[in-house]
């Protein structure tokens, strides 16, 4: 049965599902979609809260990324993107959360949106809110810099956690601001860069974004 992905690609939390979907090695169909999109009658019947992505397999539908990821590692054959003990699981949604309520708002919607998508967009960013998201997304990274200790967030074996956690950071450091917070912290720096050299995300880097990031 075909899988179909629906989803924006510079979106991280698309890019975190074709991600997955590649680590796994799942046979699938990217249907690349705009935010015109997300207003039609066609599209709130896949998702009723008009956001992406969408995971489609026949009459399955499925929306929500940390349920996506979940489903993609347990319904597919391949190499596990999660821990099977209690409490790695539980650091694993602790990361998936930390990159959903901390990064995310801050890091992706806020710095990234100004100082990278706004002038593609051909429009000026705001520094106020540049500076603003900068402080704070120091932080989370603080926090990343502190707990990090082996080559991945859960061990020696790429997670769920760093795949989402890792978009989320990429895009940080798209930007010059987050270039400099990333670099300024070695443990983080080395981890972004093992996830940036990985296929997956060489893929996945949306066609818009190509010579965007900034030194």
């Known amino acids: ?29 990217f249907n690349e979609i705009g935010f015109d999109d997300l207003a039609t009658d066609d599209y709130a019947k ?30 597919f054959e391949g190499v596990s993107l999660q821990p099977t003990d209690a409490k790695t699981r539980a650091q694993m949604q602790k990361w998936i959360g930390i990159a959903v309520h901390y990064l995310y708002p801050v890091g992706v919607i806020q710095l990234f ?10 429009s000026e960013p705001n520094e106020s809110i540049i500076a603003e998201s900068a402080a704070i997304a120091s932080q989370h990274l603080d926090v990343l810099e502190r707990e990090l200790a082996t080559p991945f967030l859960l061990g020696d074996a790429l997670s769920l956690a760093d795949i989402l956690a890792g978009v989320m950071v990429y895009y940080i450091n798209m930007t010059q601001e987050g270039v400099a917070l990333v670099q300024a912290r070695p443990k983080t720096a ?21 010579g965007k990031a900034q030194g």
């Not at 991280?12 to 046979?27: Q, T, W």
């Not at 080395?190 to 190509?210: C, H, I, K």
Request: charged letters at 15%.
């Open 190 to 210: 080395d981890w972004l860069a093992g996830l940036s050299q990985r296929p997956s995300f060489e893929q996945t880097l949306a066609g818009l974004l190509v």
């Open 113 to 122: 949106l100004q100082r990278i998508m706004t002038p593609i967009m051909g």
């Open 1 to 29: 049965m075909s899988l179909i992905l629906h989803g924006f690609p510079v979106s991280p939390y698309v890019r975190a599902a074709r991600i997955a979907l590649i680590e796994k090695g799942v046979d699938h169909q």
């Open 46 to 75: 896949l998702n009723p809260f008009r956001k992406m992505p969408v995971l489609q397999q026949g009459a399955f539908v499925l929306y929500e990324t940390p349920a996506i990821l979940g489903y993609v590692d347990e319904a």
